[in-house]
C-alpha cells in the first residue's frame, strides 16, 4: 500500500508518526550491506506491530505518555522515540540499552543510540538513527551540494560521521571494553536514516550515491518563485507546516496563497518555511520556500 494512503487509515497524529517512522523509505545507503535496512525490513516492523497501532489509535494514551517523557522537542529525539517505543512492543527484538555514551576522560568519543537483541538469534546489534531533511544545490549528484534548511547542516558531513565514526563506534577498544562489561558482544551495525530531499523545481533528478533510490523527495524555492508561481494558481491549497509535521500534516484545513504570503511577509527573521501544496499537481507536493538570499549564503559556505 503506497505510504500516504497507509498513514491515513490512522487518526491520531502519534500513531501516523510512528507509522511513518517505520514504512518510510530509507533516505541515506552505506556500501556495506549489513548496515542497511531494507525495505522489507521496514515492512516487516509496520507489520507486526499494527494490531498495536489500531488500538493505539482508538487509545493512544500509552504512546502519547511514552513521547512526553523526554525534555526535547526536537524531531531527531521525537524520532528516536517513536523507534524505541516499537522496540518495546514487538516480537523480535528487545532494546538493551539507548543513548549510551563511551567517554575517555570527559570527552565524549561516541554515542551508541540504541543497542538491540535479535531474540531470534540471540545477536546484539548497533542501532543508529537519522532523521534529515537536505535542499539542494546544482551539481546534485555532489554529496556536498545538500544543507539543511537552516544551513547549520550538510548531507556529506553527516553521512560520514554516521558511517565513519558512529557506525564504527563498536570497534574502538573503549567501546568495546565498556559492552564486554555490560556482557554485550555486538556483530552488526544497522543504519536506520529517514527524512526527505528537496529539489530546486524543474531541477533534473539526480541525487548523490549514498542516497536510497526511492526517497522520498519535494522541492524548494525562494520567496519570489513562489509568488511568480502560485499568485494566479487559484486552485493551488497550503498547508504550513510546523517542524512536527515534518513527517506527517496533522488533520486542519488547508489555506490559501494570499493567507501564505501574508505570513511570509510578516517573518521578523526570514526563515525557510516548510509548506505542503495540494491541488496544484496531481500528488501533493512539500515545498521548502527560502528567503532571497539563501542561495548566496548557501554558495559561501560551500566556497569555504
Same mark, same amino acid.
Given at each position: 500500500?503506497?505510504?500516504?494512503?497507509?498513514?491515513?487509515?490512522?487518526?491520531?497524529?502519534?500513531?501516523?508518526?510512528?507509522?511513518?517512522?517505520?514504512?518510510?523509505?530509507?533516505?541515506?545507503?552505506?556500501?556495506?550491506?549489513?548496515?542497511?535496512?531494507?525495505?522489507?525490513?521496514?515492512?516487516?516492523?509496520?507489520?507486526?506491530?499494527?494490531?498495536?497501532?489500531?488500538?493505539?489509535?482508538?487509545?493512544?494514551?500509552?504512546?502519547?505518555?511514552?513521547?512526553?517523557?523526554?525534555?526535547?522537542?526536537?524531531?531527531?529525539?521525537?524520532?528516536?522515540?517513536?523507534?524505541?517505543?516499537?522496540?518495546?512492543?514487538?516480537?523480535?527484538?528487545?532494546?538493551?540499552?539507548?543513548?549510551?555514551?563511551?567517554?575517555?576522560?570527559?570527552?565524549?568519543?561516541?554515542?551508541?543510540?540504541?543497542?538491540?537483541?535479535?531474540?531470534?538469534?540471540?545477536? $546484539?546489534?548497533?542501532?543508529? /538513527?537519522?532523521? *534529515?531533511?537536505? !535542499?539542494?544545490? %546544482?551539481?546534485?549528484?555532489?554529496? #556536498? =551540494?545538500?544543507?539543511?534548511?537552516?544551513?547549520?547542516?550538510?548531507?556529506?558531513?553527516?553521512?560520514?560521521?554516521?558511517?565513519?565514526?558512529?557506525?564504527?563506534?563498536?570497534?574502538?577498544?573503549?567501546?568495546?571494553?565498556?559492552?564486554?562489561?555490560?556482557?554485550?558482544? $555486538?556483530?552488526?551495525?544497522? /543504519?536506520?536514516? *529517514?527524512?526527505? !530531499?528537496?529539489? %530546486?523545481?524543474?531541477?533534473?533528478? #539526480? =541525487?548523490?550515491?549514498?542516497?536510497?533510490?526511492?526517497?522520498?523527495?519535494?522541492?524548494?524555492?525562494?520567496?519570489?518563485?513562489?509568488?511568480?508561481?502560485?499568485?494566479?494558481?487559484?486552485?493551488?491549497?497550503?498547508?504550513?507546516?510546523?517542524?512536527?509535521?515534518?513527517?506527517?500534516?496533522?488533520?486542519?484545513?488547508?489555506?490559501?496563497?494570499?493567507?501564505?504570503?501574508?505570513?511570509?511577509?510578516?517573518?521578523?527573521?526570514?526563515?525557510?518555511?516548510?509548506?505542503?501544496?495540494?491541488?496544484?499537481?496531481?500528488?501533493?507536493?512539500?515545498?521548502?520556500?527560502?528567503?532571497?538570499?539563501?542561495?548566496?549564503?548557501?554558495?559561501?559556505?560551500?566556497?569555504?
Amino acid at each position: 500500500m503506497e505510504l500516504q494512503a497507509t498513514l491515513k487509515q490512522f487518526h491520531t497524529a502519534d500513531v501516523q508518526d510512528l507509522a511513518w517512522a517505520l514504512l518510510s523509505p530509507s533516505l541515506m545507503k552505506t556500501t556495506d550491506h549489513s548496515q542497511h535496512c531494507s525495505e522489507a525490513f521496514y515492512q516487516q516492523a509496520f507489520n507486526d506491530i499494527l494490531p498495536h497501532l489500531i488500538q493505539l489509535d482508538q487509545h493512544p494514551k500509552p504512546l502519547q505518555d511514552h513521547l512526553e517523557r523526554t525534555t526535547s522537542h526536537r524531531l531527531g529525539p521525537h524520532f528516536e522515540r517513536l523507534w524505541l517505543y516499537w522496540l518495546r512492543h514487538n516480537s523480535r527484538y528487545e532494546c538493551l540499552a539507548h543513548n549510551v555514551q563511551i567517554q575517555e576522560e570527559g570527552k565524549t568519543l561516541g554515542e551508541f543510540d540504541m543497542i538491540v537483541q535479535d531474540k531470534n538469534s540471540g545477536e $546484539i546489534e548497533h542501532w543508529e /538513527l537519522a532523521i *534529515k531533511f537536505y !535542499l539542494g544545490i %546544482p551539481p546534485l549528484n555532489n554529496e #556536498t =551540494h545538500w544543507l539543511g534548511p537552516h544551513q547549520k547542516d550538510r548531507l556529506d558531513l553527516k553521512f560520514h560521521h554516521l558511517v565513519e565514526k558512529q557506525l564504527k563506534l563498536s570497534t574502538l577498544a573503549l567501546a568495546r571494553k565498556y559492552c564486554e562489561q555490560q556482557g554485550w558482544k $555486538i556483530t552488526r551495525s544497522r /543504519l536506520i536514516s *529517514k527524512g526527505r !530531499l528537496f529539489y %530546486p523545481l524543474n531541477a533534473e533528478r #539526480t =541525487h548523490p550515491g549514498n542516497i536510497e533510490k526511492h526517497h522520498l523527495i519535494g522541492h524548494w524555492m525562494t520567496e519570489s518563485d513562489f509568488r511568480l508561481h502560485f499568485a494566479r494558481a487559484q486552485q493551488a491549497k497550503f498547508h504550513w507546516l510546523d517542524k512536527d509535521e515534518w513527517m506527517v500534516l496533522r488533520n486542519r484545513p488547508a489555506t490559501s496563497f494570499t493567507h501564505i504570503d501574508e505570513r511570509l511577509q510578516k517573518q521578523r527573521y526570514p526563515h525557510p518555511v516548510q509548506l505542503l501544496v495540494t491541488d496544484w499537481h496531481e500528488q501533493p507536493i512539500r515545498l521548502f520556500i527560502v528567503p532571497e538570499n539563501w542561495l548566496d549564503r548557501a554558495m559561501a559556505i560551500l566556497a569555504q
